[in-house]
């Protein structure tokens, strides 16, 4: 094909950093004085002050709401993993009895609707007296990374050629250590890639917080900014805050580790 | 089957045994019971937890609430994800040949789609707030998006574009890198215009790509709820109340568990014939490749 002109790709960029910015208002509108947020024009403001972040700091349930999300989502994806990796061996290497049907199931419950689980979760977390504890959201949370897991890392484990792991059968490894020394390193990418994703969608995950937390004990990041509270009036400045560091894990991931977020978003519905 | 495929066998289920009955516990478990639950009348509240029966479908087939919460549903669907397959396309064609930033580009995209929905509704809650809104200062209009009943659901919408397109940018794009340009040099070679091009290289080659993207954003978009219940509740007059979110009421507000989960189930079944679709499509591709 015919190279493009600089200036077409220069423009393209110019478009995406306009698609951005829903983003990057909110962005300067969490350093805006109080006084300016409701005045525009001018879009920017006179000078740019903290006092938002200040405000959410030591005045709201944000600080706590962040430790919560990131227990919770590191939680959630080590649990995940656990469970998953090990199923995702066997699946792709062993004769696992009735592997269609479970794979089928296994693909199935990663688009299973929140809406409709949510309900038998509520009863199952009241009767194991959970509510409004990290247990609750880590296994309500797996129930979608879990599979989710299972289901790319089989995808992947599947490349790894059997005459290694024969070989290392010949060696007299067992199942477990051809896992640990032949697996596991084959496809460390694809599990990076894999368990960012799952904490990513727990990071980001709303509806199992909102119900199962009741007070900010357990109230995950999303929940506490859905119920960011303003008395008489709403804090734009502060909900802008609270919004921007909200947005930080997924900002580092979509810039620092965006080749794995790549790897693992494509794995999941390409068949290359 | 000999001794030696036996103890396979039993080590296999070694390995798949503690994700097999957690997610038996965690999502076989529940999709199974919330079935059991919409045929009962549960009211924590009053002690009340008795049979029904079909007593909550026959209610939802004439409950207009239900019929509107389905068309809103429905309509939601249909115009997010046809805008979005549209952009999506569009902005993946757009980014194929850049040479500039790639990584940038990619960045500036892929952060609407890895944003938490409630941060989503609360962007899209400041842009349209009628007097300070970025669109309505940058329109030159006075509108109160949020609050019209005839405006909630376009808004509702474009936010939904904004959050999911990148999802199918990126799919199309990926697709695109793996065309050999030879393709295109003997395309070029026959004297194809662009569009001939587009229309008889790039599109039947995208066409897998398009489908497998199309119905999982219908999955998804079906399914969605935190944009709405922050950013609209519903509302204005139910305008842009959607099953899950009339679900959600049901269950947790006027807390019916029984009528919560029979909507949960409309959701669910909705859920799996796209589901059953996709896993049939992805088998053909299979069996094609």
Same mark, same amino acid.
């Given at each position: 094909m015919r190279r493009r002109p600089l200036i077409v790709d220069l423009a393209v960029l110019a478009c995406l950093v306009l698609y951005a910015v829903p983003f990057l208002w909110q962005l300067v509108t969490s350093f805006k004085p109080e006084s300016e947020l409701l005045h525009v024009p001018p879009l920017l403001p006179s000078r740019l002050t903290l006092a938002h972040y200040g405000v959410v700091f030591t005045r709201s349930a944000m600080p706590r709401a962040l430790g919560n999300s990131l227990g919770v989502g590191a939680l959630t994806t080590l649990l995940a993993c656990a469970l998953g990796v090990p199923a995702a061996y066997a699946l792709a290497t062993l004769r696992v009895p009735a592997a269609g049907a479970l794979m089928l199931g296994i693909v199935a419950s990663t688009a299973f609707p929140q809406i409709a689980t949510v309900s038998p979760l509520y009863l199952v977390m009241r009767a194991l007296g959970l509510r409004d504890t990290w247990a609750a959201l880590v296994l309500a949370d797996a129930s979608f990374a879990l599979p989710f897991v299972i289901w790319l890392m089989t995808r992947f484990m599947r490349e790894v050629p059997r005459e290694l792991s024969e070989a290392a059968a010949l060696d007299g490894a067992g199942r477990w250590r051809t896992l640990a020394a032949i697996h596991l390193p084959l496809t460390a990418p694809g599990l990076a890639s894999v368990a960012l994703l799952a904490f990513l969608f727990a990071w980001n995950e709303f509806l199992f917080a909102f119900t199962f937390t009741a007070t900010e004990a357990s109230r995950t990041v999303p929940v506490a900014l859905a119920l960011f509270p303003g008395v008489f009036e709403v804090p734009w400045g502060d909900i802008a805050a609270a919004s921007i560091l909200a947005s930080v894990p997924p900002v580092l991931i979509v810039i620092g580790l965006q080749r794995w977020l790549v790897r693992g978003l494509l794995a999941g519905a390409l068949n290359e | 089957m000999t001794a030696r495929e036996r103890g396979e066998r039993r080590a296999a289920l070694g390995f798949v045994a503690p994700a097999v009955l957690t997610l038996a516990a965690l999502t076989a478990g529940p999709a199974l019971w919330v079935f059991w639950l919409s045929l009962r009348q549960r009211l924590p509240v009053f002690g009340i937890d008795r049979f029904t029966g079909l007593a909550h479908y026959a209610f939802l087939a004439t409950d207009p609430r239900f019929w509107s919460a389905t068309r809103v549903t429905v309509v939601f669907t249909v115009a997010s994800v046809a805008l979005e397959l549209l952009l999506g396309l569009g902005i993946a064609l757009a980014l194929r040949g850049q040479r500039v930033g790639r990584r940038s580009a990619l960045a500036l995209l892929l952060l609407a789609w890895a944003l938490p929905g409630v941060v989503t509704a609360r962007l899209f809650e400041w842009l349209y707030?009628? +007097? +300070?809104g970025l669109v309505n200062v940058v329109l030159g209009l006075g509108l109160n998006w949020l609050g019209d009943p005839c405006l909630a659901l376009p808004a509702l919408v474009l936010a939904d574009v904004w959050r999911t397109m990148p999802f199918v940018a990126l799919f199309c794009y990926a697709r695109l890198l793996t065309i050999p340009p030879a393709l295109y040099e003997a395309a070029a070679v026959d004297g194809a215009e662009r569009l001939a091009t587009f229309r008889f290289v790039t599109l039947p080659l995208l066409a897998p790509v398009l489908l497998v993207t199309l119905l999982f954003r219908t999955l998804d978009a079906l399914r969605a709820f935190d944009l709405m219940y922050v950013l609209t509740g519903g509302g204005p007059a139910g305008m842009t109340e959607t099953l899950t979110v009339y679900a959600y009421r049901s269950l947790f507000q006027t807390l019916r568990l029984g009528f919560g989960s029979a909507i949960g189930v409309v959701v669910f079944t909705l859920v799996m014939l796209v589901a059953a679709a996709y896993v049939m499509v992805l088998h053909r591709q299979e069996a094609a490749a």
């Open positions: - | 707030h009628p +007097a +300070a």
